[in-house]
């Protein structure tokens, strides 16, 4: 069982940043894939970012590609996303989630997830 807890979210102008943290409890994290999705008003769940357990393997979607980064340090339990340039089409519910089976673009490979932080981008 693992449980996650985002943080990092609030409001900020367009083209500035924000560095979202998720907190995962659980001696298991670092056997985990890790994912960012988020949830705008009226729209589904999309794939942002993912990270495999030893960060050798990084997926990115196409609109957050060059912009957001994500890093996690295993010692911690804790993984980022680090958003650069931000637009007003990133304002959005953002949450983590764990992948015990192998790092992933569907949400529906992800076993947890954390309750979201909201992100608005302001213009």
């Known amino acids: 069982q693992v449980q996650l807890v985002e943080s990092g979210g609030g409001l900020v102008q367009v083209g500035g940043s924000l560095r979202l943290s998720c907190a995962a409890s659980?001696?298991?994290?670092?056997?985990?894939?890790m994912g960012w999705f988020r949830q705008a008003p009226g729209k589904e769940r999309e794939f942002v970012a993912a990270?495999?357990?030893?960060?050798?393997?990084?997926y990115y979607a196409d609109s957050v590609k060059g912009r957001f980064t994500i890093s996690r340090d295993n010692a911690k339990n804790t993984v980022y996303l680090q958003m650069n340039s931000l637009k007003p089409e990133d304002t959005a519910v953002y949450y983590c989630?764990?992948?015990?089976?192998?790092?992933?673009?569907?949400?529906?490979?992800?076993?947890?997830w954390g309750q979201g932080t909201q992100v608005t981008v302001s213009s």
């Open positions: 989630a764990a992948d015990p089976h192998g790092v992933g673009v569907r949400s529906t490979e992800y076993n947890y």
């Open positions: 659980g001696r298991t994290f670092s056997t985990y894939a």
């Open positions: 990270i495999s357990w030893s960060s050798g393997r990084l």
